[in-house]
């Protein structure tokens, strides 16, 4: 960094520390400039947090390359100005928030701001579940949604996300015209503010919790025992609602993890799809005898489970995200309902074949449920990342709360039959083909080895990637008739075999995504399922040196 540019980042703190409405904020900020802390300064005011199809996430602190106050009212400024500049007036903004740092204020600091621009808001009393606000949308008839949230992200991260008044996240144009209005907001001190703003709280959160119940059948089996952890999060208090609306009986929670908790105090990292983070879920229920596991991330949009698998260590074993998104699928389109099953183009290829062999109507899209939940005539949706849309009428989004208690109709009805998860999983192998998936990820601090891992399979695509031949390749940034253009590669491998590989859109990181496809020989799922876990691992190491990470 140079003297002048040491000197332009001191003057930008300077100017920010005059305006920050943030006592915390401005002290972290005064710290920095008296300690003379250049690098500090530098990693806070040298670039911008940028707003996009995710909305805003990053740390909370101090500078515009932080989450704090002052983005927070600018973007909900730009918001304001985009909805008035569209005349998307005619109904309220809908503001929900979890439990993060700084999330209620964040909350009502964007409350307030649409207020002061002239638009109607409606603020949630309490932290609550991002699907919350993704019902509450088109339930209120809301022109727009904001979640202050930083979803699975690390305890020193928040965020903010947006929707539109479809209750679906935005995607471009909308995000680049959002980003240009954030852009155009002048001073902090000429962004008017409000104080009148409504709230809402039982009623909203009673209509959510009703619909959940409809969707189980009256006649469904609901013996079963479960465990469960929202893993510090918000989603206990509406998940144990929801479960004894629909008739099922109350889950053993993880007492350590039952209420929130913006340091996530027993977890390494609060996504669980990580190593570790379920622990103490498994451990519980093995102490309960429980049929199933079952767990939210920390805004509950996720849902993850796990089951008894004597094979497994320690006994159980958690489902991969395309295992219950296969489960789901044949559950849920079995039915033959008339409309359209999706999931992204990095999970399993099995949802298509599902949905051919019910005669109902399949697409795939970009990573993401800003696209997955637009789909036309949505019947049920899903990611691999332990995202589920089971009910799109509803939410357009995915919802672990929903979605856990169509989990509960699912193990119940298998347990009337004396049978289980696992064995409808060998079910779908018998039927389809073993359909194998994983994932090869690398995190990185300095991002640009994720540009230069893709520019290095760019420039020498592989031939092969563990005995399979790369049959066709394509370049997602070019776009297609069916789907945007975005930053990732494709590979279409022998014998049904596929590779995705993309940067990620909310971490430093870069995403490898394998599936193999084995017939079953007869009844021999575990031979089918032996070769699999052989053929992942060669095209894992095969796809590493390719890319060099």
Not at 156 to 163: E, H, T
Not at 272 to 293: F, H, Q, T, V
Not at 439 to 467: F, K, N, Y
Not at 505 to 520: A, D, F, H, M, S
Request: glycine letters at 10%; one cysteine or more.
């Amino acid at each position: 960094m140079t003297v002048n540019d040491a000197v332009l980042i001191r003057s930008a703190a300077e100017a920010w520390l005059a305006e920050d409405p943030d006592g915390d904020t401005r002290a972290e900020l005064q710290g920095l400039l008296e300690a003379g802390d250049e690098a500090g300064l530098a990693d806070r005011f040298g670039g911008k947090l940028e707003f996009g199809t995710a909305g805003l996430r990053g740390a909370v602190g101090a500078g515009p390359n932080r989450m704090n106050r002052v983005v927070v009212i600018r973007a909900a400024a730009g918001l304001a100005a985009y909805l008035k500049a569209n005349g998307l007036t005619d109904g309220p903004v809908l503001i929900g928030y979890d439990a993060r740092h700084k999330s209620d204020v964040f909350a009502r600091d964007t409350a307030a701001v649409i207020r002061g621009a002239g638009l109607d808001a409606v603020l949630l009393d309490r932290p609550t579940p991002t699907p919350v606000v993704a019902f509450g949308i088109p339930h209120l008839k809301a022109v727009a949604g904001v979640v202050v949230t930083a979803s699975h992200n690390p305890p020193q991260d928040n965020g903010y996300k947006v929707y539109l008044g479809d209750g679906s996240q935005i995607v471009p144009p909308a995000d680049h015209e959002i980003a240009a209005a954030i852009d155009a907001v002048g001073a902090l001190a000429e962004v008017p503010r409000g104080e009148d703003w409504q709230t809402a709280g039982d009623d909203l959160l009673d209509a959510y919790l009703d619909r959940i119940a409809t969707l189980v059948p009256q006649d469904a089996p609901r013996d079963l025992k479960v465990a469960y952890t929202p893993l510090h999060g918000v989603g206990r208090l509406l998940v144990e609602d929801a479960v004894r609306r629909a008739g099922f009986a109350a889950p053993a929670v993880v007492a350590t993890q039952a209420d929130p908790d913006p340091d996530f105090p027993t977890v390494a990292f609060p996504n669980p799809e990580e190593p570790g983070a379920i622990d103490a879920a498994l451990e519980l229920a093995r102490a309960e005898g429980a049929d199933l596991a079952v767990a939210n991330d920390p805004d509950a949009d996720r849902c993850a489970v796990a089951v008894p698998d004597p094979s497994a260590d320690g006994g159980w074993r958690m489902l991969r995200g395309d295992e219950l998104g296969a489960l789901l699928g044949e559950f849920l389109l079995s039915s033959r309902p008339d409309g359209v099953a999706a999931c992204s183009i990095v999970s399993s290829s099995l949802l298509g074949k599902i949905a051919a062999a019910y005669d109902v109507r399949y697409a795939d899209t970009l990573t993401g449920f800003k696209w997955i939940g637009r789909v036309p005539e949505l019947v049920f949706g899903y990611e691999e990342a332990l995202g589920y849309c089971v009910d799109p009428a509803a939410v357009k989004d995915k919802d672990g709360i929903s979605t856990l208690v169509r989990v509960l109709e699912l193990g119940a009805r298998a347990k009337a039959e004396g049978r289980t998860l696992l064995d409808l999983l060998d079910d779908l192998a018998k039927k389809y083909g073993l359909h194998a998936t994983d994932q090869l990820s690398a995190r990185v601090e300095d991002l640009s080895l994720i540009a230069a891992a893709m520019d290095r399979l760019r420039a020498t695509p592989p031939t092969t990637l563990g005995g399979h031949s790369v049959d066709r390749i394509d370049d997602l940034s070019e776009g297609s008739e069916h789907l945007p253009p975005t930053d990732g590669l494709r590979y279409t491998l022998s014998e049904g075999a596929r590779v995705v590989v993309r940067p990620s859109g909310t971490e430093p990181k870069l995403k490898c995504y394998l599936e193999v496809v084995v017939p079953v020989d007869g009844d021999d799922v575990p031979a089918a399922r032996a070769k699999a876990a052989e053929e992942l691992t060669a095209i894992k190491q095969d796809l590493a040196a390719a890319a060099g990470i």
